[in-house]
């Protein structure tokens, strides 16, 4: 989207929310009625789609085995999930509801059952939203979702182990005979009992060796190695053949990469470390969680998200990382519902007066037409517009927003514009006091400018110097707002090339 924000429509939302059917301590009709009454505009459903950690013992690790499993969309039921969203929907009709799930595709056990079990990164998810298919969801390759089915390549090496049953089976059964006299009477031998119970343990060990190789599962990725970023790999893969299928965007982000956990469950350890580096050793994604309740450093210069922008550009990246606010809400805690928001500009209807759906919004998010906003109590910051703006060679004026692209006449001046305002009562009283924001401007990942807010209304325009922007290729200009009384904002990249 290339224009500008007067063919956009704002909208303000809540991106990985949790109900009672996972994690959460909400219905989402619940959610749905308090989101309705702060105003909000979208929220981005995404419940935990499936909760289960598995330990087998060898040999026979997919039979000997103990599991734990919560409640989940894959318990409650991928059709009713999506039943209840589109009822949920229609009650609410200034409401649209994004339909997603939180997906862990993989974890994997180290230590052993003695000296102790932990289960590594088992917290290591993905935000999958924007289809309304239940088959999108029932097959999504995470670990112990394997689809089933007649035949899979392995399957014939997997059925090699019923020769064994088979084999035990004719030994079990065979009638030897040792002698036969004159009259045609038969003698078998005396019965041992040692090799009938050699053909009885052949014929046990065949069919748990059978069931152990889950012939008719797709083998996948088991848990007790780290496939972890193959594993993440499939599933972005996945979403990218289904994204603009039976018309639907599908977005897939990184869910909280520098968030670090350790807990005690059961008598086992679950550590989920950073995964930044499986972001960075990953492609195809269409961006990740960059304001959320943990730690986030993206904003900052020359951080892990310029150098994903920086490959984008290369051309060693096919899509551009973009960012949201991940609320990731269960209706715990003191903080506010919108403590943390993702506020989107979306393409307006054909249809004059008629609000966007849920693609459009999914669309609006995949494309980073948007930015993100972490409240300071009461207090945030909230932008109007934001523009990059230049000249094409005909001397018109050309605009674009968050996700888009500028293309402007070489050695026309650029502008970053930005209107908004802090909204709030940071001083406690009747007045408000002066702002103490600061805009920070960064250009290919290189910080160009850091300025004071001055006003709690505001309209800037940054000039982005033509020596930023010399280079033949593609550029990029992000910016993010901090202040200690009314919180930050991030926005995502605008790109810049000339003509």
Request: proline residues 6%; charged residues 20%.
């Amino acid at each position: 989207m290339n224009a500008g924000v007067s063919n956009s429509i704002r909208m303000e939302g809540l991106f990985r929310v949790n109900t009672d059917i996972s994690a959460g301590g909400e219905s989402l009709a619940t959610v749905a009625d308090k989101a309705v009454r702060k105003h909000l505009d979208f929220i981005v459903v995404s419940d935990q789609f499936l909760v289960e950690a598995e330990y087998g013992l060898p040999p026979f690790r997919n039979v000997l085995k103990v599991y734990r499993t919560r409640k989940s969309v894959s318990t409650f039921g991928v059709d009713n999930y999506l039943a209840l969203i589109k009822s949920v929907s229609a009650s609410h009709p200034s409401l649209v509801i994004v339909p997603g799930a939180d997906v862990a595709p993989h974890y994997f056990w180290t230590g052993n059952p003695v000296s102790g079990l932990t289960i590594q990164q088992f917290s290591r998810q993905l935000t999958v939203f924007g289809s309304d298919d239940p088959a999108f969801y029932k097959k999504m390759p995470v670990i112990h979702n394997e689809p089933s089915g007649v035949f899979f390549p392995h399957t014939p090496l997997a059925l090699l182990p019923l020769l064994l049953v088979l084999f035990g089976a004719v030994s079990f059964f065979r009638k030897k005979v040792f002698y036969r006299d004159a009259q045609g009477n038969e003698y078998a031998p005396p019965k041992r009992r040692f090799a009938k119970i050699a053909s009885l343990l052949a014929i046990v060990v065949g069919v748990l060796w059978t069931i152990n190789n889950k012939p008719f599962t797709s083998p996948g990725f088991d848990q007790y190695a780290d496939n972890g970023r193959a594993a993440c790999q499939r599933l972005i893969t996945y979403a990218r053949e289904h994204d603009g299928k039976r018309g639907s965007r599908v977005g897939v982000f990184w869910s909280a990469p520098e968030a670090e956990s350790k807990q005690k469950m059961a008598g086992v350890t679950l550590i989920t470390r950073d995964y930044v580096d499986d972001m960075l050793g990953t492609a195809g994604y269409d961006g990740f969680a960059g304001i959320y309740a943990d730690t986030s450093t993206e904003r900052y210069p020359n951080s892990f998200w310029d150098r994903l922008l920086l490959e984008f550009l290369s051309g060693k990246r096919h899509r551009p990382p973009f960012m949201v606010g991940e609320r990731d809400y269960h209706g715990q805690g003191r903080a506010e519902l919108d403590y943390i928001k993702t506020v989107v500009w979306v393409a307006a209807p054909p249809s004059s007066g008629k609000r966007p759906d849920a693609q459009a919004v999914s669309s609006a998010i995949i494309d980073g037409h948007s930015y993100a906003v972490c409240k300071q109590g009461g207090n945030e910051i909230t932008l109007k517009t934001v523009e990059l703006v230049g000249k094409n060679h005909g001397g018109a004026t050309t605009r674009a927003i968050p996700g888009g692209t500028l293309v402007s006449a070489s050695g026309e001046p650029v502008f970053l514009k930005i209107t908004g305002e802090l909204k709030g009562d940071a001083g406690g009283g009747k007045s408000l006091p002066p702002a103490d924001g600061t805009v920070l401007v960064v250009v290919d990942g290189a910080k160009m400018v850091s300025l004071p807010l001055k006003t709690m209304r505001f309209s800037l325009e940054i000039p982005i110097p033509n020596a930023a922007l010399s280079q033949k290729g593609r550029h990029y200009i992000r910016f993010n707002i901090e202040s200690n009384r009314y919180g930050r904002v991030v926005c995502n990249p605008i790109f810049h090339r000339t003509r």
